[in-house]
């Protein structure tokens, strides 16, 4: 049995045991800076099948406070180094049964802590394709290339070689058979697994990626990269992403540039022992190996290792940023009339009530190439009076620039205070309504009556409404199709289930599509609940829901505390704690000599909010995290923490570009963040763009650290281009 062998066994599962799992504990306690009893803790927690949410809202003792961040990096880690222990003993296997496993070889394959290394090690023993070398082995040339690597101080070369010639073996002359020889050690020095990771590490440090044109007279986007130089270890991701997608095109020419010179002494350091007759031919050698066999090879992975890690702040940012236009205020209180621009086929138009109810659907055609704007306004003036329409939400597609100009002198016609109008981002509004959901929920509108009703409901609560659509649809990322998209749709999945969770859903209004992210519940329980609630009336109580099918025990922990029944027959239903702690809340009532009745009550919160944690934990029996969570719940139950965010920017009346001057201050709502900046909405068609260097006074590492979508931030103008609609903004106040 091999060494790793002994501490790594299978079940039907392939699972490893416990002394295996302690050593990759231990590894993820030192490269995350967290003691051994959260690491042990939350694998344990994971593999008894609790999601993420549930341990970080609910497992706070057992964790040390772990947040969403650091239990989800716990678990990358885990998934990685297991199928690393997996991978080690597959290839000890491999190697073992060409007996040519040694104790040495099995130690580096065992103490390796990255894919790449075990890889490294195993590819000399790696079945490949016919090769130079094989060809060679196949004439009998290993012992010639055995002579050579044994560098003797006198002999020959050719004199040696002429030995193999064999007809035969179609081995015709000396120079043949040496040159079979100089293959086989060739591919040797090319497999040495120290030889290409030093090799990957000094072209990651010294390499330089360099892209050109295919044809350079011709224009395109990627005119910056026609003749483009950058050190591999300071080119930032949207660049690589730019030149892979330039190249995929067929535009660019990307290639990887690093001295040579270096390369070769060092394997010649590891491969020459000193003055032979075979020193020559071993420098000859060396060359071919690299440029032939290790060149392209640590080429393809350094690009792949740069791609890897573009992709993965791509799909970070794209994350940040739904994850902030996720959680934006809902606007509630209002009927809104929805508006789908268009030239053509019209505006199609869609009026809900305040509680995103349907009211009517109707079409107008105030924009080219009809412009029945006479009609269009009365249509308008129509539904604002029949439904005290208080909010005017326009996609910003086509025609935006038109239908926001006519809406406008719609306001100004009505001189009415209350009423304005707002752009949203409507991308995956049409995604949405040529969905089965939109079919399903709207089954008599056609697919652009659909798209007006979710432009029209993502103001009014955008989680419940984005959350229908494909997350990657959604459009706040930069780059996102050149990404790969398995781990994107994973990302973006993690994230809103995360927004979903940190708000809570009402249970009784919820969509499938919203309840489907709830902590520990899948589509098909998703169904169940709405239609358990369609077919028994509203919930009105969480005890109810364990009577919906295939909700069963470990689902309803799961997911319980993250459900809320706002007007159900128990008060703490529509807080945020968990049932398992409502006796807790019990004990806590009757030592304060206070009814749940209370709850809601000026008095009641600010009794609670005078009460010490640490104290009264112990008298509860209960973890201080807990405590304070159970006593910020009760101070505030039902809050919904997105009312705590600035709404969005209302406005009444049409900015133009031509409007625009240098210096002019504007407010703006955050579209869009992106690795060299932010782009900010100020009323114009186009979005203004704040460069990263205009962001701050200070240094900006990135602009994340200074803005998220939706923030409403002061810009000012700082250069118009009116030929290609582009402003230039700063959020650097003028001096």
């Known amino acids: 049995m091999s060494q790793l062998d002994e501490n790594v066994e299978t079940t039907g599962q392939g699972k490893l045991t416990a002394e295996v799992l302690e050593r990759i504990t231990v590894q993820i306690s030192k490269e995350l800076g967290l003691s051994l009893k959260q690491v042990r803790t939350t694998v344990g927690l994971l593999d ?46 491999i190697i073992a049964e060409q007996d040519k496993l040694t104790v040495e070889l099995e130690t580096a394959i065992t103490k390796a802590v990255k894919l790449q290394e075990v890889e490294d090690l195993y590819r000399p023993y790696r079945q490949k394709r016919k090769t130079r070398a094989s060809v060679a082995k196949e004439k009998g040339l290993e012992p010639l290339a055995e002579w050579v690597l044994s560098q003797p101080k006198q002999g020959d070369p050719l004199t040696e070689a002429a030995k193999y010639v064999n007809a035969e073996k179609a081995v015709e002359t000396a120079e ?120 392209p090879s640590i080429e393809r992975e350094v690009r792949g290792e740069l791609t890897e890690k573009a992709e993965n702040q791509a799909i970070s940012i794209f994350a940040g940023n739904l994850r902030s236009l996720l959680l934006q205020p809902p606007v509630r209180g209002k009927n809104v009339l929805g508006v789908d621009p268009a030239y053509r086929t019209g505006c199609k138009l869609a009026v809900v009530d305040d509680t995103g109810k349907l009211l009517e659907v109707a079409v107008t055609y105030p924009t080219p190439p009809h412009n029945k704007k006479q009609e269009a306004a009365a249509k308008f003036h129509e539904l604002i009076d029949k439904y005290a329409v208080g909010l005017i939400v326009i996609g910003n597609g086509t025609a935006s620039r038109e239908s926001e100009q006519f809406v406008a002198e719609i306001i100004a016609e009505r001189q009415d205070k209350d009423l304005a109008y707002l752009i949203v981002n409507e991308a995956g509004a049409s995604v949405y309504s040529a969905s089965k959901l939109a079919q399903e929920e709207f089954p008599d509108l056609d697919v652009a009556e659909r798209s007006a009703v979710s432009i029209a409901r993502r103001i009014q609560d955008p989680l419940a409404e984005l959350v229908k659509i494909e997350p990657k649809a959604i459009g706040v990322g930069q780059y996102q199709h050149d990404v790969t998209q398995k781990n994107l749709d994973e990302s973006l999945k993690t994230v809103v289930e995360s927004a979903v969770n940190h708000v809570g859903v009402d249970v009784n209004t919820a969509s499938p599509a919203l309840l489907s992210y709830v902590s520990g519940v899948n589509a098909t329980t998703a169904k169940n609940i709405v239609k358990f609630r369609e077919e028994n009336g509203k919930f009105k109580s969480r005890k109810q829901l364990q009577k919906v099918p295939r909700l069963g025990a470990k689902t309803f922990e799961q997911c319980i505390g993250f459900l809320r029944i706002s007007e159900g027959d128990f008060p703490l239903d529509r807080t945020p704690i968990h049932p398992e702690s409502y006796d807790v809340v019990n004990r806590l ?118 803005v998220s979508v939706g923030d409403n931030v002061t810009v000012w103008v700082l250069n118009v281009d009116t030929n290609k609609g582009r402003v230039g903004l700063t959020m650097r106040q003028p001096k």
């Open 176 to 295: 043949e058979a040496l040159q079979g020889a100089m293959d086989i050690i060739a591919e040797q020095v090319a497999d040495e697994a120290p030889t290409r990771a030093w090799v990957r590490r000094y072209t990651m440090d010294q390499g330089i990626l360099v892209s050109e044109a295919k044809s350079p007279e011709e224009e395109s986007v990627y005119e910056m990269y026609y003749n483009y130089r950058e050190p591999t270890k300071k080119i930032p991701p949207h660049r690589i992403l730019a030149m892979n997608r330039g190249e995929r095109e067929n535009i660019l020419k990307v290639t990887l540039e690093v001295e040579v010179d270096p390369i070769h002494r060092y394997i010649a350091g590891r491969l020459i022992k000193g003055s032979s007759s075979v020193e020559v031919i071993l420098q000859t050698v060396i060359a071919d190996a690299y440029k032939r066999l290790i060149a």
């Open 48 to 93: 008894e099948g609790n999601t993420i949410p549930f341990i970080a809202r609910y497992r706070k003792e057992m964790t040390g406070e772990l947040d969403e961040n650091q239990l989800r990096d716990i678990e990358e880690r885990v998934h990685y180094l297991r199928n690393l222990e997996e991978r080690k003993r597959e290839v000890i296997r």
């Open 589 to 706: 009532f009757k030592e304060l000599r206070v009814e749940l009745t209370q709850l809601g009550t000026k008095e009641l919160a600010a009794q609670l909010a005078a009460l010490e944690p640490e104290e009264l934990a112990v008298e509860l029996g209960v973890g201080v995290p807990t405590l304070r969570d159970i006593l910020d719940s009760l101070q505030r139950p039902g809050r919904d923490p997105r009312e705590e965010l600035p709404l969005p920017i209302f406005r009444t009346d049409v900015l133009k570009l031509e409007d625009l001057t240098p210096g002019m201050e504007l407010q703006g709502t955050v579209r869009n963040v992106i690795d060299f900046g932010a782009f900010v909405d100020i009323g114009i068609k186009n979005d203004g763009l704040v460069h990263i260097s205009q962001l701050s006074n200070g240094f900006v590492k990135h602009p994340m650290d200074v």
